[in-house]
């Protein structure tokens, strides 16, 4: 089992910025990856950013160059360094970890993107 603890989800104007924060604790042990979903009002979750134990990074094409995905090992904490915030990435932001054979979501931080 694998707890996850999202924090960072704010309202901030169109242009601004925002760090989000997920630390895991359990049996972290036999994590690969992790990496932040995001899902807006009517539509479908989608991919964000991920990162493996590797250091291979995957963004989706809509958040390069604004976005930056990083991990803590020594806090078990994976950040999402957000950027040049648009109103279209208001949605709520999910932590994942894939961990053995599946995987383990967080509760979701709200993001707000307005003026």
């Known amino acids: 089992q694998v707890q996850l603890v999202e924090s960072g989800g704010a309202l901030v104007q169109p242009g601004g910025s925002l760090r989000l924060s997920c630390a895991a604790s359990g049996s972290i042990v036999s994590i690969y990856a992790m990496g932040w979903y995001r899902q807006a009002p009517g539509k479908q979750r989608e991919l964000v950013a991920q990162?493996?134990?590797?250091?291979?990074?995957n963004y989706a094409d809509f958040v390069k160059g604004r976005f930056t995905i990083s991990r803590d090992n020594a806090k078990n904490t994976v950040l999402l360094q957000m950027n040049s915030l648009k109103p279209e990435d208001t949605a709520v932001y999910f932590c994942n970890v894939l961990w053995g054979t599946g995987s383990y979501w967080g509760q979701g931080t709200q993001v707000t993107v307005s003026s």
């Open positions: 990162i493996f134990n590797s250091g291979y990074t």
